[in-house]
């Protein structure tokens, strides 16, 4: 055992904080300005946890605690680290260090170290323990090659070697490295010239000075807390990364994140090469760190909150029902489906839940017939759910709205619909956000654009949000006029959702929401009870592996069976591809018969018109997007 000193102080963290990029995109980032500045002085700043793998510069020595090792430190490379936190990290006072070997490995050209720091504060108690992989080129053969030397204690539960997870992140955040990253990064103790001279690295054999591992490892982390954690660096619990190519100072880092109960597991790519760089998992405490001052006005609130025996038709439950208290208003969701069927709840939450796939959970209640409460269970849940709508079961569209704090889910207005609309086509000389805004506004009511729209000089497509109310005839003829007379038409297109069969009871909650604080929910629906009804997608019925799935049938509305033969006949005009809307004139026209909803497909032309009697109505191919009193074109293409 090695004992250690570090004194680490202010600046250090300050440093530290801004090497990893914090504060890099926005300099007044209230998220990360706390780890930079604080108003009463630098001792006061947070520090993040990733922080904590810095306690042990200056105590690993490879030479002190492995004597006869002989290795070049300029061809050192970092392999896997992993670190557990106990206490929330200082950013300044005097650190002790205990150091071990805790694995060896003779890999013939190589070695690999594995190194275990135990960190302690002035009084003595434990803050982190870091565990350090490296891989040491030309420093193996140390052993026999028959029975190459092995050891390692390296516990089963802390194994960095993660499975990535198949269906889509639960979240996503790009970050930019810059150039200079390396450079500043070093500047936190790690001085290593693989980073900072280019001769060096190229006898390494790199282009250029590459990016310190520990930095990605920053990034990444930095990210989940963002994203996952909502600023609190204080809910991170273990960190493990293993590095799996370099980084290049100046690109561009993309991080997915997928919940699992308590951990997130992360992937972090390089955009430019499009090649993962890292994977790990970040293990999180329960949500009360980053939420103890929610819950607590949320109990003052309800502290003081009475009911009126004369006025029965305000309350959500009757009185003595259960789960009044099991209702969490913050993420609260109510919906209807736009159909005058009836709905299969059962099939319904299910299918919902595979859709959606909330990390934390979703608790499903049914308040009135087709009148529905979608109880969430953390922030990045319900806003993933509402940035990705619109949403269908069974080919019928979800009109929903957030419920805000002590409104009736009853009183709520359901007429309107969220989308993301691409506007295709169009030219450089309206390709600005005055333009897209007057377009968002024709077609209802614009939200905001997508803020990657004009991060280049062109893109194939720009993205806007808009609000469509669905009583209103969808318009059809615009057309965007250049000074000089020209005319160009303009494209707008919802693009198709993506099909999930995955069983979706996994994530359906009982609803015991603040009380119960993990992050996988318990199932309430018994899978071989819950068929896939319908694909909620504009595909209509005729995918082949939901047929499967349904043993030869699809299931049709509630109760009805048809076999694949008459579903394929009937869905010939139902589209696999993208909506798109034609838009011919700059100024608004009265609405007309003519107006309607297209629809596009790469293998079959031709049109279908049928008279939409209302909200309810159906035409074939139509999404749920009906229009009152108007005519819809669909168009296919013959193949």
Not at 125 to 150: I, K, V
Not at 479 to 498: C, H, I, S, T
């Amino acid at each position: 055992m090695d004992f250690r000193g570090h004194i680490p102080i202010p600046r250090d963290a300050t440093l530290y904080a801004l090497g990893i990029g914090a504060c890099a995109r926005d300099a007044v980032d209230g998220d990360e300005l706390k780890y930079v500045y604080h108003e009463d002085g630098q001792k006061f700043i947070q520090v993040l946890p990733t922080f904590a793998a810095l306690f042990s510069n200056g105590s690993i020595s490879f030479e002190s605690l492995l004597p006869g090792l002989e290795y070049d430190p300029r061809l050192l490379l970092h392999g896997q680290q992993y670190i557990e936190l106990y206490k929330p990290l200082p950013s300044s006072g005097r650190i002790q260090n205990k150091v071990a070997v805790a694995g060896l490995h003779d890999k013939g050209k190589a070695a690999i170290v594995e190194i275990e720091t135990k960190s302690y504060n002035e009084s003595g108690e434990l803050l982190c323990m870091n565990r350090l992989t490296a891989f040491l080129r030309g420093a193996g053969g140390f052993s026999s090659s028959s029975q190459p030397f092995s050891y390692s204690n390296y516990p089963a539960n802390q194994a960095p070697a993660i499975k990535i997870p198949e269906q889509q992140p639960f979240t996503v955040f790009e970050d930019s490295t810059q150039p200079s990253q390396a450079l500043l990064y070093r500047l936190s103790g790690d001085y290593n010239p693989l980073h900072s001279d280019p001769v060096l690295a190229k006898v390494a054999g790199f282009s250029q000075p590459i990016l310190h591992g520990l930095c990605t490892l920053g990034f990444a982390v930095r990210a989940v807390i963002k994203r996952i954690c909502k600023g609190d660096p204080n809910m991170v619990k273990s960190i493990s990364g293993r590095f799996l190519l370099h980084v290049y100072p100046g690109e561009t880092l993309i991080t997915e994140m997928w919940l699992q109960g308590m951990r997130v597991i992360y992937q972090t790519k390089v955009k430019e090469r499009n090649r993962a760089v890292l994977s790990g998992f970040v293990d999180l405490r329960n949500l009360t760190s980053s939420l103890q001052t929610r819950f607590q006005n949320l109990s003052e609130d309800y502290a003081g909150f009475t009911i009126d025996d004369e006025d029965e038709e305000g309350l959500l439950f009757e009185a003595g029902e259960d789960g009044l208290a099991e209702i969490d208003d913050r993420w609260l969701l109510v919906g209807r489906f736009l159909t005058n069927r009836s709905i299969d709840f059962q099939a319904m939450q299910n299918k919902i839940a595979t859709l959606w796939q909330p990390g934390c959970g979703l608790y499903v209640k049914e308040l009135d017939p087709n009148l529905f409460l979608f109880q969430f269970y953390h922030e990045v849940d319900i806003e993933r759910v509402i940035e990705g709508s619109p949403w269908t079961f069974d080919r019928a569209l979800l009109i929903m709205e957030m419920v805000s704090h002590g409104v009736n889910p009853r009183t709520i207005p359901l007429n309107k619909i969220e989308l993301w609309v691409q506007l295709h086509n169009l030219s450089i000389g309206f390709m600005s956000e005055k333009v897209i805004r007057g377009v968002g506004n024709y077609i209802g009511t614009f939200i905001k654009s997508d803020p990657n729209n004009f991060s280049g000089v062109w893109r194939d497509y720009l993205r806007i949000r808009v609000k469509i109310p669905l009583e209103k005839p969808l318009k059809k003829k615009k057309k965007l006029e250049m000074q000089g007379g020209l005319n160009y038409d303009l494209e707008l297109k919802v693009a198709p959702r993506r099909r999930n069969y995955a069983d979706g009871s996994r994530w359906l909650r009982s609803g015991l929401a603040t009380k119960n604080t993990g992050w996988q929910g318990e199932s309430s629906v018994n899978p071989r009870r819950s068929p896939v009804v319908a694909p909620m997608t504009a595909g209509g019925l005729n995918d082949q592996l939901m047929v499967e799935r349904n043993q030869g049938e699809n299931l049709v509305g509630f109760g009805q069976k048809k076999n694949n033969q008459e579903i394929g006949n009937q869905n010939k005009s139902h589209t696999s591809g993208e909506a798109f809307l034609r838009e011919k004139n700059v100024e608004d026209e009265v609405d007309n018969s003519n107006d309607g909803l297209l629809f596009f497909d790469s293998k079959r032309m031709r049109i279908i018109e049928g008279q939409v009697s209302g909200p309810n109505g159906r035409t074939e191919g139509d999404v749920g997007l009906a229009n009152v009193g108007s005519k819809m074109h669909v168009i296919t293409e013959e193949e």
